[in-house]
């Protein structure tokens, strides 16, 4: 789950990546609660479309658009996890489903986050479950109502083709560490390595974990459409903390040349020169270079963030 109100504008770049307009008119990125009845079924109805339409990208195993969107996050999950570009990764990824249900879907609304903490009390009651489905049911929690109940999913472990359902097991004490106290502790850093360490435990790894079933998976959550709804401190993630050079963990299995090369940065070090990388699955996901996706005002981006 689910990603910033402000950036640094000293550090950014002023191309414009192959794929983006001149910014023209922001994207409203805003808070689920504030959407009305008629917004949130047609964010939803986007996502569904997604479902149905034919893959293009020709991944191995890939039925659905959707699927198309699950591969490049479970393929490169060894090299945007526990690392520098994680949260700038995630970021962009977000904003490839973003342009994609907009470009494939038609899909002209705002663009919501889940403000976490205004249901930090009661997970199971909170709104999002009526239109993204509720809890998952029985011994296999695979998902019981909801528009997503029957959604087929289909890459599994070990890089193999099967068919499952998508899985949801709540956890309520995990969900309070999302708590505003946990998000207060991680913005108070001013330097970005121990802020998106922070960050990527508390509370992004507990609502990940909260939401359990898929969710809790950090190569295959895509599989949930909540995941694409991302959480309120996803959104934040690198407000006004000073991004220049910052080092890995050694935890990190770096993957071949080959993807090496796409992705730049030949070593253990993340710079604002580093490049994000969609897999090209469609011309609307060209690479672009985690300054491009810090300027949040800027021609990639191009968003103004909603708070409560």
């Known amino acids: ?7 640094v504008a000293a550090l950014l770049l002023s191309a414009v990546p192959l794929g983006s307009a001149a910014c023209t008119e922001k994207r409203q990125i805003v808070p689920w609660s504030t959407l009305t009845h008629e917004e ?13 339409l034919p893959s293009t990208s020709g991944f191995r195993g890939a039925v659905t658009r959707w699927d198309d969107l699950m591969w490049p996050h479970i393929y490169l ?7 520098g570009a994680f949260l700038p990764w995630h970021r962009y990824f977000v904003l490839v489903h973003d ?52 959604i087929t999913l289909r890459f599994t472990y070990n890089n193999t083709i099967g068919e499952y359902c998508l899985k949801r097991n709540w956890n309520q004490k995990v969900f309070n560490l999302t708590n505003q106290a946990q998000i207060d502790a991680c913005m108070q850093y001013q330097n970005y390595t121990p802020a998106w360490r922070c960050w990527g435990f508390n509370p992004h790894g507990a609502g990940h974990q909260a939401v359990g079933g898929h969710m809790a998976d950090p190569t295959y959550s895509p599989g949930d459409p909540k ?8 959104e934040m993630g690198g407000a006004n903390i000073a991004f220049t050079i910052i080092n890995d963990p050694d935890n ?16 253990n070090w993340t710079t604002l020169e580093h490049n994000l990388w969609m897999m090209e699955i469609g011309d609307f996901a060209p690479n672009i270079t985690i300054a491009d996706i810090m300027d949040v005002g800027g021609d990639v981006m191009c968003a103004d963030y909603v708070d409560l």
């Open 1 to 7: 789950m689910w990603f910033l109100f402000e950036t």
């Open 40 to 52: 949130k079924q047609a964010y939803v109805n986007a996502d569904v479309c997604l479902t149905k």
């Open 77 to 83: 999950t060894s090299v945007v996890h526990n690392c």
């Open 99 to 150: 342009r994609m249900i907009r470009e494939e879907c038609g899909y002209d609304g705002p663009f919501p986050y889940w403000y976490e903490t205004e249901d930090i009390d009661d997970i199971a009651g909170s709104d999002l479950w009526n239109y993204y489905g509720h809890n998952g049911v029985g011994d296999d929690h695979c998902l019981g109502d909801g528009p997503f109940a029957n």
């Open 227 to 234: 995941v694409d709804l991302p959480n309120r401190l996803e």
């Open 252 to 267: 990190v299995e770096y993957p071949s040349p080959e993807i090496l090369s796409t992705l730049g940065d030949n070593g």
